[in-house]
């Protein structure tokens, strides 16, 4: 059974592995600065399929079933899966895998969802319950774009803040028994509101979110920020990274030189005209499986923190002019 340091982080005691792992993108991210680090580039963003969700919800199952292949098993082998997106009542996931008819657990962290599908499947691994589980999170730029901003034929201007949905899915096979990379311990997120309400600056709202969970862990396990290679941040996108730095040196804390971000790292934005970079929920779970997982796999890298952040809000929400809460959940993985 995992081990409670405090309120919202654990240790594994039997340490779950991550047996395999797959990441499936569009065409911009295939063309981005990590393209050649992805599983597959899929140059047509409509998969064959007649909408923008069915699109997604492809993507989810072709990432799933590569994780498997690759981890030599069949979908038989999975006992759980834990799968979200950002599509309401999240269907990218549940039309996408329901062909595989594995014991499903749909979850909405947002763009922090590959995080909460990593814990939630290392705690129920670690406990016995269950040989293997998957996490697999996804996000699709048309679908997203049509749910929280305006319709793509609007052509309205984007801010200097705003980010880019990825078109991508990340998705990692936990087990009890194989596997080159260990999962070692993880911190729940407490949610956040610093009162910001611009859908267009997601990276400010989520950085707090991050500095308190690095913050937590790192004070709760008695690490240090030099113990591990990489400190990584889901989507908060080049001005978000920025203040989630100063946040945490403001405590005393410097990831400056270990802090890497998902969301800062898939595009170029001067030649991609991403401003401030990804973001989606397929954002960290695709660059997590395609660029950092092979690092711990190959020995470049021992020790990853990843902790990947998401905005808790809805269309609804934001009309009714709510503030945007966030959340990070965060994971650290280990060289086995």
């Not at 994780?67 to 098993?73: D, E, M, P, T």
Request: charged share 20%.
């Amino acid at each position: 059974m995992a081990k409670r340091i405090e309120r919202g982080v654990f240790l594994t005691e039997n340490s779950p592995k991550i047996e395999g792992f797959a990441a499936v993108v569009g065409p911009k991210e295939g063309k981005g600065p990590l393209g050649e680090y992805f599983d597959e580039v899929i140059e047509d963003s409509h998969f064959g399929k007649d909408t923008w969700e069915k699109a997604e919800s492809h993507f989810q199952l072709e990432a799933v079933s590569l994780a498997i292949k690759k981890s030599g098993l069949v979908k038989e082998d999975i006992d759980t899966i834990f799968s979200g997106d950002l599509i309401n009542q999240c269907i990218g996931s549940a039309y996408g895998l329901r062909e595989l008819e594995i014991p499903f657990l749909g979850l909405y962290g947002a763009c922090s969802t590959m995080a909460e599908g990593l814990l939630l499947s290392t705690v129920i691994t670690d406990s016995k319950a269950v040989n293997r589980a998957a996490a697999v999170t996804s996000s699709h730029f048309s679908t997203a774009e049509r749910q929280f901003r305006f319709p793509l034929s609007y052509g309205g201007q984007r801010t200097p803040t705003s980010q880019w949905t990825c078109t991508a899915s990340g998705a990692a096979v936990i087990s009890r028994e194989k596997g080159e990379i260990e999962i070692v311990g993880g911190c729940v997120g407490k949610i956040t509101d610093m009162g910001i309400s611009d859908i267009n600056n997601m990276g400010s709202a989520m950085a707090p979110a991050a500095a308190e969970t690095i913050k937590r862990y790192l004070e709760a396990t008695s690490l240090k920020p030099e113990d591990f290679d990489y400190i990584v941040t889901g989507d908060l996108g080049i001005v978000g990274s920025k203040l989630a730095v100063e946040f945490l040196l403001k405590q005393g804390i410097d990831i400056s030189q270990q802090h890497r971000d998902c969301g800062a790292m898939i595009f170029d934005p001067d030649e991609q005209d991403t401003h401030c970079g990804g973001s989606g929920c397929g954002c960290s779970g695709s660059v997590l499986c395609g660029y950092f997982l092979p690092q711990l796999v190959s020995g470049k890298a021992k020790n990853i923190l990843f902790a990947a952040t998401g905005a808790l809000m809805s269309p609804m929400s934001l009309q009714q002019g709510e503030s945007i809460p966030t959340i990070s959940h965060l994971v650290h993985l280990r060289k086995g």
